[in-house]
Structures are given as C-alpha cells and as structure tokens.
C-alpha cells in the first residue's frame, strides 16, 4: 500500500471508529445519569445533566429523555442543559422544556454551540427570562462576541457558564486563551446572579474563582465527569466554593467522547499530572 493510501486509511479508519464504537458501547442513559446526580447530592454536589442526541435524532426524542431526567430528580440540585439546535429553536419546545425543569425543581441551562448558532440561542434564553428568570447561558471566552453578551447579560437574572469553547472564533482566536477567559470573568464579576467556571485547569480556576469572589458574586466551580477534576476541586475547596459536576447522557455522548479524545492525545498526560497532583507546564 503506498503513503498516500495508506494515510487515507489510517484517517478514515480515525474518523469512523467514535461512531462505529458508539454502536457496541452501551449509551448513558437518563436512569443512570439520574444516579450519578443523586450520589452527587449525597456528597454535598450539584449536577448539570446533558442530553446528546444520536445519528437519526429528532425533537421528540430529546423532549422524552429531558422528561425522563425530570420526573426521577424532583429535589435535587441539578440544572438540564440543553442544546437548543437540534430542537430547531422552537420556541414553543423550549418553553415546554423550561416547564418540565420548573415542576420538579429544576433549572435550565442552554449549551454553547458553533459561532452561527448564537444569536439564536441568545435569544432563546432571554424569552424564557421573564417567565423563567434561572434559564441560564454558556459563554465561550474564545468568541470575542462574548464580551458583548456578558454586558448585555450582566444584570440580567441569567447564570452564566464560563467554557473556553470547542468552536473557534470565525474573526480569530485570541493569542492568549487565559487572558481571554479571565477578561471575560471580569466582565460579569460583580453581578448579583451566578457564575460557573467551567475549567479543568487548576491555575485558571484559581484565579478566575478568586476575581468573582472579591467582587460578591455567587460563583461555582463545573467539571465535565470523566476528565482530571482533583486539582481544580481542591482549588474550589480552598475558596470555599462549591462544585458542580456536569453528566452527559444519551447514545450521541459515546461517540462524541471519543471523538474529542482521539483529537485530543495529550489527555493522557493531563489524566497524569492530575493523579500526581502536579502542576501545569
């Protein structure tokens, strides 16, 4: 086989296994996701469960399974965050959804998705805001829009979730990432409703937790379950903050792991230094 053909497997072979995986490794589904956020509680934790979607998914299968979540987490401390294109921006959807978390105690948290789905989703939660003023956001600091939606959400009733972002910025992305990330926690220190710092890297989380505690404002720390957390929890326990742990579910959340972990290698040695306790490079 020569070099070209055989780099056009190996790339092939990269990109279909996540999804042929995914069909042989059992889904997460809203039972055990539910029991995961009830071991949570009993450790003195919130949860942030999310639903992802499989290939053929539509509306009303991702309605069903929030409905599922619902009736078995009436009284904990759990927010549904929820991607708001595959429901198509449906207003009369996401206000259903919005309903079904406020009858059984819930909140509702919209995801971030690629820079073209924003201004939808922005708009989506400041609609749900009148009537359901816990709908919160997550705001990616690699998006320099962020920082206008953080002004503009600033004294609104909306928590906000802080991620780096998975999609780059189509203007460009920022030479530092950190400075990013921090500039924008200083955008919403001080506001009165809460903020997430959604990081696995301790430095980071160190200092963004700190900056929103000398302003006053209700602040957590969030881990997505099933990458390094030791370090950036014993950050948040130094602070006195508390930490919630987010849990995807669903037969779309097998294959996007992988996904992500075959473009990602040096996880690996991430999973390491947070075993150790050593510090980032």
Do not use: N
């Amino acid at each position: 086989m020569r070099g070209g053909a055989a780099w056009r497997l190996l790339r092939d072979t990269r990109y279909a296994l996540p999804a042929a995986l995914g069909r042989v490794i059992p889904a997460p589904d809203a039972p055990q996701a539910v029991a995961i956020a009830r071991q949570q509680a009993r450790a003195g934790s919130a949860t942030t469960i999310g639903y992802f979607e499989g290939t053929g998914g539509d509306p009303s299968s991702i309605m069903a399974a929030y409905a599922r979540v619902a009736q078995r987490a009436r009284g904990l401390d759990l927010s549904l965050s929820v991607k708001a294109p595959p429901l198509r921006f449906d207003p009369v959807s996401l206000r259903e959804l919005a309903q079904i978390a406020r009858q059984s105690g819930l909140s509702l948290v919209f995801d971030a998705h690629g820079p073209q789905d924003a201004d939808g989703t922005l708009a989506a939660v400041e609609r749900l805001l009148p009537d359901f003023p816990d709908t919160g956001i997550v705001l990616p600091a690699r998006w320099q829009r962020s920082q206008a939606d953080a002004v503009r959400l600033r004294d609104s009733s909306a928590p906000v979730r802080i991620v780096r972002g998975e999609w780059s910025d189509p203007a460009g992305d920022p030479l530092d990432p950190d400075a990013a990330y921090l500039t924008l926690v200083e955008a919403l220190a001080g506001r009165v409703a809460p903020v997430a710092i959604a990081t696995h890297r301790p430095a980071l989380a160190d200092r963004a937790l700190a900056l929103l505690r000398d302003a006053g404002t209700p602040c957590s720390l969030e881990q997505l379950r099933g990458l390094p957390g030791r370090r950036c929890r014993k950050v948040a326990r130094g602070q006195g903050v508390p930490v919630r742990l987010y849990v995807p579910f669903g037969p779309g959340w097998i294959p996007y792991a992988l996904d992500r972990a075959l473009a990602r290698p040096y996880l690996l040695a991430w999973m390491w230094r947070d075993w150790t306790g050593r510090a980032d490079p």
